[in-house]
């Protein structure tokens, strides 16, 4: 069965660090993978990865993937209150002529002033 | 641009009953994907639709059902409603024709569906 793995689920920082959030999957026929920040109700997208090791930058976001190993790392720099969110991974895969997308259960990022 | 529109914002319903819930894109987005979001399943792919014909599909029983009109709306139908379906009911509009559905999503308020 594919899977999504999310690490860790809850994580509470302080204003300034920097935080990595992890994203295992194991999926057949894996396409891409994607991030996206949950706020209040409906996800907003951060990024697409379909090749290892190219890093994809907005900001102070950033993540990089790695198709080997099977993850993705999603890097907060110099983290801010407006930063708190779930974090959700989701990987997309080809299957029986179609497409499907599986979402990982989300990082709860919560920054403290 | 107007956003992702989704009607009606809440709902309930008893088991059994039947819903359809609603979602106007973006305009010029011809792509419209659904969602189910659960505290305990998280967010699921439901199905999506481009071009009025049903492009992917999650793994739902067949009681989930869509489609979606030449104006790019779309309608998702529950019917013989359970308990467990009560969620949050996100939809996302795209704007792309062809190739990987699932990125550049832009998501709606949602519908809360509580079943009783």
């Known amino acids: 069965e594919d899977k999504v793995v999310q690490s860790p689920l809850s994580l509470v920082v302080h204003e300034g660090d920097t935080v990595t959030l992890n994203c295992s999957y194991e999926?057949?026929?894996?396409?891409?993978l994607l991030w996206y920040k949950q706020e209040k109700k409906a996800p907003t997208f951060l990024f697409m990865l379909?090749?290892?090791?190219i890093e994809k930058k907005s900001g102070r976001l950033s993540s990089i993937l790695d198709k080997k190993e099977l993850f993705s790392i999603l890097n907060i720099t110099a983290t801010q209150t407006g930063d708190s969110a779930v974090y959700l991974c989701?990987?997309?895969?080809?299957?029986?002529?179609?497409?499907?997308?599986?979402f990982g259960k989300g990082t709860h990022l919560i920054i403290q002033p | 641009k107007a956003g992702v529109t989704q009607t009606p914002r809440y709902l309930i319903k008893t088991r059994g009953q039947q819903v359809t819930l609603s979602c106007s894109p973006i305009?010029?987005?011809?792509?419209v994907s659904w969602y189910q979001q659960t505290p305990g399943q998280g967010l699921q792919f439901l199905f999506e639709?481009?071009?009025?014909?049903?492009?992917n599909k999650g793994n739902f029983p067949g009681r989930f059902s869509g489609r979606q009109f030449s104006n790019s709306r779309s309608e998702m139908n529950v019917s013989t409603l359970e308990l467990g379906d009560s969620a949050l009911y996100l939809c996302?509009?795209?704007?792309?024709?062809?190739?990987?559905?699932?990125?550049?999503?832009?998501f709606g308020p949602g519908t809360r569906l509580t079943v009783t």
């Open positions: 639709y481009f071009s009025e014909t049903q492009r």
């Open positions: 999926v057949t026929n894996f396409r891409s």
């Open positions: 989701a990987v997309m895969y080809s299957g029986g002529g179609a497409d499907g997308l599986t």
């Open positions: 379909t090749s290892s090791g």
């Open positions: 305009s010029g987005h011809r792509s």
């Open positions: 996302a509009s795209s704007p792309l024709a062809g190739g990987p559905p699932h990125y550049e999503q832009y």
